[in-house]
């Protein structure tokens, strides 16, 4: 079964809104990786939080890390054209198993 | 450095027919797993291996194979190919660690009729 289920599925923007995505689990996880894929590519890593942390940057991308709620979030700030793609998260579980969510599928409109 | 290849590309089988995905990384990652995507789906675990001569199972190991007899290669093998196998097959490669990034290959999309 898979650990992070991203809310919502699919989300359309302008061009240079903000875009949040969402990820709940359900067990305790020790980090949360958000990953992107452009259609008909393979996975590239965005960016890593640690359970012991709360907020992280990198870039235009802002990531929550909530342990009490078992969620995490990701902010894309002045979304571009090239940020149009699937969005997942990964949690790890035990064992180095990383478990990923089914994605949100972000467009961004010109 | 290459980093993570993945070969072929593209395949088609016919139901029944046995084949190898090949998976190489020149990173010397010990960890290395295989996913599969199917349309509209995240990627769920086939097979992993946390070292050569170490492998364990994922979330759908049935009907596959592997094998780990060095660090740089992992390959996956379709016994007897199944419609129900018809995805994308993504292969990825980290070091040790719980804080490491994954690195992904460009996949294999593989039909099967």
Request: net charge neutral.
């Amino acid at each position: 079964s898979q650990q992070g289920e991203e809310d919502p599925q699919a989300l359309s923007i302008q061009e240079g809104e903000n875009a949040t995505m969402n990820c709940s689990y359900k067990t305790s996880i020790n980090n949360l990786q958000w990953y992107r894929q452009n259609s008909g590519r393979g996975l590239v890593h965005l960016i890593l939080i640690r359970s012991n942390e709360r907020e992280k940057h990198s870039g235009r991308l802002r990531v929550t890390l909530d342990t009490s709620k078992k969620s995490s979030s990701l902010l894309i700030t002045a979304s571009r054209a090239a940020d149009t793609a699937s969005y997942f998260c990964a949690t790890e579980e035990g064992a180095q198993k990383l478990v990923f969510g089914q994605g949100t599928r972000l467009t961004i409109n010109p | 450095n290459a980093g993570v290849t993945q070969t072929p590309k593209f395949q088609v089988l016919k139901t029944g027919q046995s084949m190898t995905l090949q998976c190489a990384q020149d990173m010397n990652h010990e960890y290395m797993s295989w996913y599969r995507q199917d349309p509209g789906m995240g990627l769920r675990l086939i097979h992993y291996s946390v070292g050569a001569g170490i492998t364990d199972q994922g979330e759908v190991p049935n009907g596959y194979n592997v094998s780990r007899s060095t660090t740089e290669d992992f390959p996956l093998r379709l016994l007897s190919a199944a419609p129900s196998q018809t995805s994308v097959y993504f292969c990825a490669s980290r070091r040790s660690g719980d804080t490491d990034t994954q690195y992904f290959g460009p996949g294999t999309r593989l039909t099967v009729l």
